[in-house]
């Protein structure tokens, strides 16, 4: 009951999203609704904003405030400007008046005080003058400044007016003007750096007028107070006096002009910060018209020179049109002159038939001779008709090259002046390579028939020569002919015939000059082609390093927080757009045209909904069905219980989601409108369920909550929390980040707002990788393990380039922030590429291993080897090197593939001039490194007779000499396990015979040295005396171990593997003989290095030749009384059990003594080699002991009497002594 509670739910929610879509969606064809008519626009290339009518009368409006403004305060300063001026009249009267008075005062006492406030208010009248004048001056400035702002503003919006003409001005300019307009392109962008050096002064002004400003409101009380003291001090001086109503009111009028005075300046200066308020702001919009007007003029010199290009296209396209008219003319000719060649040909060969059928009917030799000229002559003129018809058809493939070369120009004209992306360039580089392989043919084959053609010619010329000679043998022959008649014509057939060949050379000749022209139109076409693949190279680098330039700045974030606060609005409006969706959908289900049309898509809706229901549950219920089939199964491959049930569980999780998402995508098919919200949701459904896929794929793979049932086998038992938290967030932040960017791009936002946002996002994105990237150790878990040496070398590999890795995609995403993402994807696709080389490398590696593992157990089962034996160790360590051997070529072929690929994009990238110059130069001095070493590398010494040798050359050698160096060790190796084995060698002669191919092999590998290297054997003479010099002296002794080590090699006096020892009693075990030393190992495992003239000029005892069997005693002694017979048995029994002592020849027993204490008797015994020996020896005396003690024999030990005398004590000695007494000890030495 739930679960239909569930199913039905879902089926509601299910429908009443696609109705909606459905309101949303359905907007009529045939709408009345009136569509705004689209503002004219232009966009200049370097600009990513769009300049319409909307940014013109936007900027017109704010040019008719500046106007207003401006005709405000431009009347309000010239009426200043009058007062200013009556005031100054006024000032100036009163100043001359001030003047007189001083003259009529006497200069005595009580008018001196007077006169000096009298001088007082004259000088602040005086500066009252003097800055009425400079505030005359100011008024002047300001309104010279408005005047200027507003023709700054008015060239902006003449600027505007243009740019959106552009277009007709484009088409009445003449397009051979573009260099003139690209050249004044380039003035233009000088007058920006001055624009920006004016904005930079009038800034400045702004901060000293508003210094100013403030420095003079801080002192012009304190000139006031300074003043005031002054007036007081002569106040108080003249107090009493008849004059002191005088002096209070000169006080007062003193006092009055400095007041005017200090609000004068302070008016003054306020007029200087709004002037230089006016400049700065004019010079803001006079640098971005110096801006607009650079990228205007840039974009009509790109426009013009577009036009030209254009023009020049269409030019040769109409010589194109021109050549094929030309060449359908020459054909149409070439049909009617081959048709006269053909008739021409058809009646030679029946004239020459007719003759040959007459010189059958006539007896006269004469006519015959006759007949035989005649036919000659048409044959000879068959001839000159089959080479005019191979002329005409020379002549046809000239003009045939000549279409195809000028329609090859015009394709690539064509593609030239368009903009162009990798992936055209790609396939155009693909079309120009198939090209210049068909005219590399065609030159090849031109060259070809030039030849035969040449060839031709001197056979031509050879019969011309042996036809004039033979004309006169004819002149002489048919002189004698009674007939006259016949021997005229017999002279006119040579005649003819030699007329002909001449033709026929001239002919030759001609057709020789097409084909010659021919080739000249093949090899310029390959020229042409030569060409047009270098543009395509600095074309590709030159997209590789465009730029995008992102407009971020303070106002994008001005801008978002503005759209956040009006954020209700936005939703209020949409909600509208909505209504008027819903009621247009309405308005056209009531129109009758559209009603059965509207209905029908519903019925295909909810079919498609039925469709989708009941797929969905079958699927899940199926998916749920065969889950619960592997749990209960059981087989325990990795496919049925780890693979299939993860990929069915994600299918169950995201089948839902899927279809909703496929649903959108049909119903938007069902209803073809562009709507925004529509698109928006559709993009959003596939991303969720996009994102459920990975999502449960996630779960799956590292899930904690899956335990050892992970589908990553290497993790099963391991808790990646790490992982799966960070891939969790990834794809979360994922699924945010680009659903919102995705609904700004699709409802045209502000394209600064979204290069922010994704800004954001691959910020997020570095930093949620990295933080992913901390988890190497797991990480290293997914890949082979290290039980192969293959997943040893992988992890080596791996474990190097994991930090170059990660640096790698950090910078990915430092480029593809700082604006080139043809660049990014570039490297991306180079990264994927050398990926997927090591995956494939990885593969096929292990694929050859596999097959040679398979083919080793086949060969391990024929040669019937057992487990853990001797054998099995050398059948692996024989066929070990061809797996290792293979890992070594993949890797270095697998690091090749990847060199080379990652050499052609940094080739492609770094040679082209459109990269960064700090690029270029960084190269450049790398390249001029390489290039250093590589000169030093050539640089020739020169020997004896002319030869001479390089480093490189040397280099070369000693490289092949260590290359032999290896092969000679791989085949002592293989020599050693594969041929002297199967010939049953012992071991100190495979050692010997292996030792002497090396040696051999090394002496050739000098030989070969020295010649790839150039250097002669002669001229080693002089080092070869010089070397015996050295022997001679300082290398007696290497020398001396060198040739003991060749004769212990050839005499083999001992061999790897004997026992010897040294005159010093050193015991051991020979382990190897090389040229200056032998190598022996000790019982206790030392390891001993002796020179090689030790054992030469030494006594060495060899306990192996002539071979190893060797002969061991045991010494025992048994008591006085023993029976020997038995002592006899019981040692040969036991020589008998032991496994050491061989059975042939036997054992025997030797009574070798009677001892002093003890019946002595020695075992002797025979063993393989001194080894067993020693461990018979011990092993028997254990046994001895053993058996002797089951028997009652008695071993012997030493015995001694030992008799004591009595002494006399020595005198006054009151000890008291004991008789004495005799006593017998046994002494017991412990016998071994």
Not at 88 to 108: C, D, F, G, I, V
Not at 722 to 747: A, D, E, G, R, W
């Amino acid at each position: 009951m739930k679960t239909l509670k569930k199913y039905i739910i879902k089926v509601v929610v299910c429908v009443a999203m696609c109705l909606l879509w459905t309101s949303l969606c359905i907007q009529a064809q045939d709408q009345t609704v009136a569509v705004e008519k689209k503002a004219d626009e232009i966009k200049l290339a370097g600009q990513r904003t769009t300049i319409k009518n909307e940014d013109l009368e936007k900027a017109k409006n704010r040019l008719e405030e500046i106007k207003v403004s401006a005709e405000k305060t431009i009347a309000e300063n010239e009426t200043a400007i009058l007062k200013l001026q009556s005031d100054r009249e006024s000032t100036s009267s009163y100043l001359k008046k001030l003047t007189e008075e001083k003259n009529t005062y006497p200069a005595e006492e009580p008018h001196v005080k007077y006169l000096e406030l009298l001088d007082k208010e004259i000088g602040i009248l005086k500066e009252k003058i003097d800055a009425g004048n400079e505030q005359l001056e100011e008024c002047e400035d300001l309104i010279a400044a408005l005047q200027h702002q507003v023709k700054t503003y008015a060239n902006y919006v003449s600027l505007l007016t243009s740019a959106l003409k552009l277009n007709e001005t484009i088409a009445a300019t003449p397009a051979d003007q573009a260099a003139l307009v690209r050249q004044e392109a380039e003035i233009a962008k000088g007058y920006i750096k001055a624009a920006q050096a004016s904005m930079k002064e009038k800034e400045s002004l702004i901060a000293i007028a508003t210094k100013e400003l403030e420095d003079y409101r801080l002192k012009a009380p304190v000139i006031m107070q300074g003043l005031v003291k002054v007036l007081e001090s002569l106040k108080a001086d003249t107090a009493g006096s008849k004059l002191e109503s005088l002096v209070q009111e000169k006080i007062n009028n003193v006092l009055f002009w400095q007041k005017e005075v200090s609000n004068l300046w302070i008016s003054i200066l306020k007029k200087r910060l709004t002037i230089a308020k006016i400049q700065y702001d004019e010079a803001i919009q006079a640098l971005k018209s110096a801006e607009f007007n650079a990228e205007l003029l840039a974009e009509k010199a790109g426009l013009l020179e577009e036009k030209q290009k254009t023009e020049e296209l269409k030019r040769k396209q109409e010589e194109l049109a021109y050549a094929k008219k030309v060449e359908e003319v020459t054909k149409k000719a070439a049909e009617v002159t081959r048709a006269e060649t053909e008739k021409t040909i058809q009646e030679a060969a029946k004239k020459g038939e007719e003759i040959v059928q007459e010189q059958m009917i006539t007896t006269s030799p004469e006519k015959k001779r006759v007949l035989e000229l005649e036919a000659e002559v048409y044959k000879q003129n068959g001839m000159v008709a089959k080479m005019k018809d191979a002329l005409i058809t020379e002549g046809a493939q000239r003009y045939k090259g000549r279409t195809e070369l000028k329609k090859l120009q015009a394709d690539i004209g064509i593609f030239l002046s368009k903009g162009a992306t990798v992936k055209d360039i790609e396939e155009m580089e693909k079309k120009v390579a198939a090209e210049e392989k068909r005219y590399s043919e065609a030159v090849n084959s031109v060259k070809s028939l030039i030849v035969s053609l040449d060839q031709v010619k001197k056979l031509l010329s050879d019969k011309l020569a042996l036809s004039s000679e033979e004309m006169s043998n004819i002149k002489k022959e048919v002189s004698s002919f009674a007939d006259k008649e016949l021997a005229q014509q017999a002279i006119n057939h040579v005649e003819q015939r030699i007329k002909a060949q001449e033709e026929q050379f001239s002919l030759v000749l001609e057709r020789v000059n097409i084909l010659y022209e021919r080739l000249e139109i093949r090899e310029y076409g390959m020229s042409v082609l030569s060409n047009v693949k270098e543009k395509l190279q600095q074309m590709k680098a030159a997209n590789i390093w465009k730029r995008d330039e992102v407009q971020i700045t303070t106002q994008t974030f001005d801008v978002i927080y503005l759209d956040v606060i009006n954020l209700p609005s936005g939703i209020h409006a949409l909600l509208e757009t909505a209504k008027s969706h819903m009621k247009n959908a309405a308005a056209y289900i009531t129109l009758e045209k559209n009603t059965v049309r509207f209905w029908l898509r519903c019925l295909g809706l909810a079919s498609l909904i039925a469709l989708f229901y009941f797929s969905n549950r079958y699927i899940r219920r199926w998916s749920t069905d065969t889950l619960q089939q592997l749990h209960e199964s059981i087989t325990f491959t990795y496919f049925k219980s780890r693979l299939l049930p993860s990929l069915l569980v994600i299918l169950d999780k995201s089948i839902t989601v899927l279809w909703v998402a496929v649903l959108c995508i049909l119903i938007r098919a069902l209803f073809p409108v562009k709507i925004p919200s529509t698109t928006s949701a559709m993009y959003i459904l596939l991303y969720i369920s996009l994102y459920t896929a990975l999502k449960g794929f996630l779960v799956e793979s590292f899930g904690p909550e899956k335990g050892h049932r992970k589908l990553v086998v290497s993790l099963a038992y391991i808790s990646p929390k790490h992982i799966y938290k960070s891939l969790s967030i990834i794809l979360l932040f994922s699924l945010i980040s680009l659903s919102f960017i995705t609904v700004l791009t699709v409802f045209q936002y502000k394209r600064d707002v979204i290069d922010l946002f994704w800004f954001i996002y691959r910020i997020g994105m570095l930093l949620l990788l990295l933080w992913l990237a901390t988890q190497k150790s797991l990480f290293f878990k997914l890949l082979p393990g290290k039980n192969s040496q293959l997943g040893r070398l992988i992890q080596r590999i791996i474990g190097i380039i994991y930090p170059v890795f990660v640096v790698f995609v950090v910078s990915l995403f430092a480029i593809r922030s700082l604006g080139y993402p043809i660049l990014t994807y570039v490297l991306l696709k180079t990264c994927i590429k050398s990926i997927v080389a090591a995956i494939i490398a990885l593969w096929i590696a292990k694929f050859l291993l596999y097959r040679i593992s398979r083919m080793r157990e086949r060969l391990f089962a024929a040669r019937k080897i057992e487990k853990n034996t001797p054998e099995e160790k050398k059948f692996n360590a024989a066929t070990a090197a061809y797996g290792i051997s293979l890992n070594y070529v993949a890797s270095i072929v697998c690091a090749i593939v990847i060199v080379r690929i990652w050499m052609g994009t940094f080739r492609d990238a770094v040679d082209s001039p459109a990269a960064p110059y700090l690029i270029q130069k960084i190269f450049a001095q790398v390249g001029i490194i390489f290039r250093s070493i590589g000169n030093g590398l050539l640089y020739r010494f020169v020997m004896q007779e002319g030869r001479y040798t390089t480093p490189l050359r040397i280099i070369f050698a000693i490289l092949v000499l260590v290359a032999f160096f290896f092969l000679a060790r791989y085949i002592k190796k293989l020599m050693e396990e594969r041929v002297f084995s199967r010939l049953g060698m012992e071991r100190g002669l495979k050692h010997s015979f292996s030792n002497l191919i090396r040696y051999f092999i090394v002496a050739i590998a000098v030989l070969i040295g020295f010649n790839l290297a150039g250097i002669p054997l002669r001229s080693l003479a002089f080092f070869a005396g010089a070397f015996g010099i050295g022997i001679g002296f300082g290398m007696q002794n290497i020398i001396s171990n060198f040739v003991s080590g060749i004769i212990l090699l050839l005499e083999r006096p001992m061999r790897v593997g004997d026992v010897v020892i040294l005159d010093d009693g050193t015991l051991g075990t020979i382990e190897k003989i090389s040229t200056r030393s032998t190598t022996m190992i000790t019982p206790d495992n030392f390891v001993l290095t002796i020179p090689n003239s030790k054992f030469v000029e030494g006594r060495v005892t060899n306990w192996s030749l002539p071979d190893s069997v060797m002969r061991g005693s045991v010494q025992v002694g048994v008591a006085y009384g023993s029976d020997v017979a038995l002592v006899k048995k019981c040692l040969l029994e036991i020589a008998a059990q032991n496994q050491n002592v061989k059975k042939f020849p036997e054992p025997y027993v030797r009574f070798d003594d009677f001892g002093d204490s003890s019946l002595v008797f020695k075992l002797f015994y025979w063993a393989d080699d001194p080894g067993k020996r020693w461990f018979a020896m011990s092993e028997m005396r254990f046994s001895i002991d053993e058996v002797f003690r089951k028997n009652k024999i008695e071993i012997a030990f030493p015995q001694r009497d030992i008799h004591i005398r009595s002494y006399v004590p020595f005198p006054g000695s009151n000890t008291v002594h004991e008789n004495n007494k005799r006593e017998e000890t046994q002494e017991k030495p412990q016998n071994t």
